[in-house]
């Protein structure tokens, strides 16, 4: 690839992260100092690319099998892996209500429901727990 192309392709990762920096504040925009002082964005990349193949062979070093059959057991599994991902700082003290929403509704997805079906609407001025 051009290095063209790949300034391009750092570039717009940059605005992706202002995007996300400017609606949930979790830190994305660190990659940009780095381009400012001269680093150039195949560096960037190929470290991003590095870094996403070890945590992709660690999370396959501690997956953890669930049984099928054990409702139980798969649901509690299923919320702490939630609760886990909602551990942001906006939703925090939240996260076992959300937790246990989503794996409410990911328990209902079949053939016909799909994933990309769940969302959560934003209430104006309203609590969180009314999303």
Do not use: W, Y
Not at 5 to 23: H, L
Not at 46 to 75: D, G, P
């Amino acid at each position: 690839m051009c290095g063209k192309c790949n300034r391009q392709k750092a570039e717009t990762s940059v605005d992706i992260a202002k995007s996300q920096d400017a609606e949930v504040g979790d830190g994305t925009t660190s990659v940009k100092p780095h381009m400012e002082k001269g680093l150039h964005p195949q560096i960037i990349i190929r470290a991003f690319h590095t870094a996403t193949q070890l945590v992709v062979n660690k999370i396959r070093e501690i997956a953890v099998t669930m049984k099928k059959q054990n409702e139980v057991e798969k649901r509690m599994l299923l919320e702490k892996c939630a609760m886990t991902a909602l551990s942001s700082k906006l939703i925090n003290q939240q996260k076992a209500f959300f937790a246990k929403m989503v794996v409410d509704v990911v328990m209902l997805l079949d053939d016909l429901l799909q994933l990309k079906m769940i969302g959560i609407k934003k209430v104006q001025d309203g609590a969180l727990e009314e999303s």
